[in-house]
Nanobody
């Protein structure tokens, strides 16, 4: 079964840190660009950080200098290091990307189930 599984969310105080992981199972990363998104209460899902196949990165202005996205294609895992967290970072965080299963079939624009991040003030 093809899956993207996020982990690492939780409750943290303002100024704290969390490291999110996104692992592919039943499949491998296609090598295409991937990203972390979040959806806060009453908000639309928004892009937080993206990483290209070559490793170049882009960030929403609200997280620049605090969050770092990275990927380990050999481990089929993507990460989001989140530092100096703020209450407004509270949201469900989702990873997104293209996957290839064991038969070589592509799964485009695949989403994980999300992991909750709550930052207390």
């Amino acid at each position: 079964q093809v899956q993207l599984m996020e982990s690492g969310g939780g409750l943290v105080q303002t100024g704290g840190s969390l490291r999110l992981s996104c692992a592919a199972s039943g499949s491998v990363f296609s090598g295409n660009a991937m990203g972390w998104y979040r959806q806060g209460p009453g908000n639309r899902r928004e892009l937080v950080a993206g990483i290209s196949s070559s490793g170049s990165t882009n960030y929403d202005d609200s997280v620049k200098g605090r969050f770092t996205i990275s990927r380990d294609n050999a481990k089929n895992t993507m990460y989001l290091q989140m530092n100096r967290l703020k209450p407004e970072d509270t949201a469900i965080y989702y990873c997104n990307g293209d996957l290839i299963d064991n038969s070589g079939s592509y799964y485009y624009d695949y989403w994980g189930q999300g992991t909750q991040v709550t930052v207390s003030s």
